[in-house]
């Protein structure tokens, strides 16, 4: 797909991993609909995109609530037209071990509401964009890509039973949707980072970073736009559909 002109909504799209997808998008003609939950760096990124001459409009919404996703996939359509694509990058962390004991004694589990949260945001979140996106794309009668942002830690990773799980279901919806939606001719694509330099990765611990670093093969975190590049490659390959790209320097061996 040719995402000029095209309207694509990305989720979490006014920082971070989200912006750098809506910046190399953006540059190659697509209309952005950010969505996030911050009205304020909505506004942010918005103008940034502006500046560089980026046709870009902000969504207030929480992913997580239907009602919420609703009206703003409608507010899309109605200001912007229906969607295209849709990338649904927006998800947080509540990291901690299912328990911890010491002596034999359990001195903490992971919480339901840890656990809900991050499901919420990052598999059910997907889920309901994901269906307005498809919803708009047929009703509308032209094809369609829908990117779903996964994780290196989909295989399992300790710390991260809430994270580990929604991103493992975020790629089988992937595939799932893949077979539905093909009749419809709307595509889709997993990509699933490692470790990227991100906010989050900032505020690490240096020593916790070198250790990342040193066991990655590349020997060096991802840039964001790594992440972008991947997401561009999904929507511009016409044969690509139900599939992941793995981009995290050769660390999932």
């Not at 990773?157 to 790629?171: D, I, T």
């Amino acid at each position: 797909m040719q995402v000029d002109k095209k309207v694509i909504a990305i989720t979490g799209g006014a920082r971070g991993l989200g912006f750098a997808i809506a910046q190399r998008l953006g540059r190659q003609g697509a209309h952005l609909a950010l969505l996030d939950m911050s009205a304020e760096a909505l506004d942010g990124a918005v103008s940034a995109l502006s500046a560089e001459g980026v046709t870009a409009q902000a969504f207030v919404v929480n992913v997580a609530d239907e009602a919420s996703v609703e009206r703003a996939f409608a507010d899309i359509a109605d200001r912007m037209g229906p969607v295209s694509g849709c990338v649904n990058n927006a998800g947080i962390t509540d990291d901690g071990l299912l328990i911890k004991a010491r002596d034999g004694v359990v001195e903490k589990r992971m919480s339901l509401s840890s656990w809900q949260r991050v499901l919420d945001v990052n598999l059910t979140g997907v889920f309901l964009c994901g269906r307005e996106a498809a919803a708009q794309m047929v009703e509308a009668g032209h094809d369609g890509v829908i990117v779903n942002i996964s994780s290196i830690s989909r295989a399992g990773n300790m710390g991260q039973s809430n994270y580990a799980a929604a991103k493992a279901g975020v790629h089988a919806l992937t595939v799932t949707w893949g077979k539905e939606l093909a009749r419809y001719g709307v595509r889709t694509g997993t990509v699933a980072p490692g470790f990227i330099e991100t906010e989050m990765t900032a505020s690490m611990r240096p020593d916790m970073l070198e250790r990342i670093e040193s066991n990655v093969p590349l020997k060096h975190l991802g840039e964001p736009d790594h992440i972008a590049q991947s997401v561009a490659f999904i929507f511009d390959n016409d044969y690509f559909t139900a599939r992941i790209i793995e981009c995290d320097g050769g660390l999932r061996l």
